[in-house]
């Protein structure tokens, strides 16, 4: 029997359409695949509290000790709530939310790795209205410090023992700068960890200062204070321990006991 030549590049030709096929069937699953993985993870982060589903937007991962912090927002999207008029309690609520469901970017892979979770709310009514709450966490469980119509920033080592209160300076270079630190029991001044405090300063108050951020980026010594007692503005009844704080490129350095 023979074949002419046309018959002889059939079978060849079949095999080659055939491969293209299954190459082009391929590529068409592997893009579906890529294409529904891609949106999977575009779905947004969302935490259950108080009977409301919350969308966590513009997540912010600090590092500091080895942990990390969390800034966020949360924004309603589903269900009706209320929140409690308890400041702690509600901070403490949102951190574990947050804790029990962690972000899927997130740098950290378990709940024990977050030593704070700050959150602003974004309200669907009053834009002006963006209540902030933050809770403290310590080997996966939350805390609050507050005090008034605030909660306090926390640090790994320090909290819950000490937190940083306030700031203080007459100049506008900040020449004079002081950071208070206040306990929160019975600890005795001389408890704190000095240079746990410097470096918890370095790490909040850049962000807390505003128009005098670039004057403290300049700082070259910065005092640092333990108080206990009444420091308001009418009465003042306190005890103090302080110190000054050399800061350099390194970061905290030797710390000399002072008198304020």
């Given amino acids: 029997m023979t074949t002419s030549p046309s018959d002889r590049q059939t079978g060849p030709g079949l095999l080659v359409a055939v491969a293209i096929l299954a190459v082009a069937i391929a590529a068409i699953w592997a893009y579906g695949a890529f294409k529904s993985s891609d949106r999977a993870s575009a779905k947004p982060d969302t935490v259950q509290a108080f009977d409301v589903v919350w969308e966590l937007q513009n997540a912010q991962w600090r590092q500091a000790e080895g942990l990390y912090a969390l800034k966020a927002d949360l924004v309603p999207i589903r269900g009706r709530g209320r929140l409690s008029d308890d400041l702690e309690a509600v901070s403490r609520t949102f951190c574990r939310a947050i804790l029990s469901a962690l972000p899927r970017a997130a740098p950290v892979s378990r709940r024990s790795q977050v030593f704070r979770v700050d959150v602003t709310l974004s309200t669907l009514g009053d834009e002006s209205a963006r209540p902030r709450y933050m809770s403290g966490a310590a080997d996966g469980t939350c805390f609050a410090l507050g005090r008034g119509q605030s909660t306090y920033p926390t640090y790994p080592g320090l909290a819950p023992d000490w937190y940083m209160a306030r700031w203080k300076a007459k100049s506008e270079d900040l020449s004079d ?59 003042k009844f306190n005890r103090s ?12 350095g030797k710390a000399n006991e002072v008198s304020l």
């Fill in 177 to 235: 700068f002081t950071v208070i630190f206040r306990r929160t029991g019975d600890q005795r001044l001389s408890s704190l960890d000095v240079n746990l405090a410097c470096r918890a300063a370095l790490f909040d108050l850049p962000d807390m200062l505003g128009d005098y951020r670039e004057a403290f980026t300049k700082l070259r010594k910065m005092r640092v204070a333990a108080l206990a007692g009444a420091d308001g503005r009418w009465i």
């Fill in 241 to 252: 321990l302080a110190w000054d704080v050399d800061i350099g490129p390194g970061g905290c």
